[in-house]
């Protein structure tokens, strides 16, 4: 079973608008974290957010938020006032406390965000 | 302060052939990552290191692949010999803890390794 689910292959915005980017996920761990992070066409992985288990509140940063619903076990990244320059893909993955020192993250397949004029 | 850097960017080589790539992490993370990303797939974790140990090398695909880090310091991930499926992005990643409630993974710009 997918541990981490991007439904949304590709998404289109206008620019100025904001949008949200779907992420669910899968794990038994009570203590984990879950971070998005954008690859624009360049192809570098840049961090944008991160949301622990634990965390009382919703975390943002700048135009970036995280709805984050445990109970549902879902992390959306929500993008406000979208500009061109966000544009690329987006990919949530998720930090699991396993066993022993395993510290990997587990991706989704991403999200392509185009942001039309 | 310089990023996580990833030497080549690109490389094409021929299956059967030979190809290692290179990873400087952030200076002062003794943790380094490799992941790779084959085309329409998910990124998937490689190996992780601490310092020059192997910590967790559960997602290496097969003894075709090897990873070092000798002192400590940059990595290196050689592929022997390379085959068609080999082909994808190798992303390094460097956090400067492990444990703990955060760890961000600074990634660098990707390695894209194609095999012909």
């Known amino acids: 079973a997918q541990k981490i689910t991007q439904t949304q292959p590709g998404m289109f915005v206008q620019e100025k608008e904001a949008v949200t980017l779907d992420c669910t996920y899968d794990t038994s761990d009570p203590s984990y974290g879950l971070f998005w992070y954008k690859q624009p066409s360049s192809g570098e992985m840049i961090f944008l957010i991160y949301?622990?288990?634990?965390?009382?509140q919703n975390a943002t940063e700048g135009r970036y938020s995280l709805n984050f619903q445990k109970a549902r076990k879902s992390a959306n990244l929500v993008i406000s006032a979208s500009q061109l320059g966000d544009s690329a893909m987006y990919f949530c993955a998720m930090r699991e406390k396993g066993g022993g020192s395993n510290y990997k993250l587990t991706f989704g397949k991403g999200t392509l965000l185009t942001v039309n004029p | 302060e310089a990023g996580v850097t990833q030497f080549p960017s690109h490389s094409v080589i021929e299956k059967g052939q030979t190809v290692t790539l290179r990873c400087d992490p952030i200076s002062g993370h003794d943790n380094l990552y490799w992941y790779r990303r084959v085309m329409g797939k998910e990124i998937k974790f490689l190996l992780h290191f601490v310092k020059e140990s192997k910590q967790d090398e559960s997602g290496m695909p097969n003894n075709r692949f090897l990873a070092e880090r000798t002192g400590g310091t940059y990595s290196t991930l050689k592929v022997q010999p390379a085959e068609l499926e080999d082909s994808g992005v190798y992303f390094c990643a460097s956090s400067l803890h492990a444990s703990g409630s955060y760890n961000e993974q600074f990634f660098g710009p990707g390695t894209r390794l194609t095999v012909l």
């Open positions: 949301q622990g288990s634990y965390d009382q």
